[in-house]
């Protein structure tokens, strides 16, 4: 089964390459919310749901404040969640040019420590009831923090 991206009411589409390697945990106003599926880290991307946006500073100033006020929270979560030595941020977009903020929790124990998550070795795809797990966490956790019911 191929997975293909569709566009939403505002012309936004996920980049076809976000959309194999994560899977959805929750939207928030304007803002999808997914995890990478690769069990070694605890990596989720804060996507602002914005038409043709590919960099940070180029966003409408509300845009971008809510995005990284949901940056932000995330990390919380993160922080709340795994107790990570550090939770590394960015948006680099040479690869995907799509606009999305890494948030990851890392640990000294995980492979790639001290070094940056991008590009090291094979992505491991978690099992099924594991990936659903870490989505369901980290999704209540948003939802606690982000004041949603439902």
């Known amino acids: 089964m191929t997975k293909t991206a569709r566009q939403d009411d505002q012309g936004w589409t996920l980049h076809p390459r976000l959309l194999i390697d994560s899977v959805p945990i929750i939207e928030h106003e304007g803002v999808q919310f997914r995890l990478v599926n690769d069990r070694r880290f605890v990596w989720v991307l804060v996507i602002p749901k914005h038409p043709g946006a590919e960099q940070l500073h180029h966003l409408p100033p509300a845009v971008r404040d809510q995005a990284l006020r949901l940056v932000d929270a995330t990390c919380h979560v993160l922080d709340e969640i795994y107790a990570p030595e550090r939770v590394n941020v960015a948006a ?13 929790a890392r640990f000294t124990e995980d ?28 999704a209540a956790g948003l ?8």
């Open 92 to 104: 680099i977009g040479n690869v995907v040019e799509q606009l999305h903020i890494h948030c990851v």
């Open 143 to 150: 939802a606690n923090r982000l004041g949603r019911h439902s």
């Open 111 to 138: 492979p790639a420590w001290p070094g940056v998550v991008w590009g090291f070795g094979a992505r491991e795809p978690a099992e099924p009831f594991e990936l659903l797990a870490r989505v369901r966490e980290i």
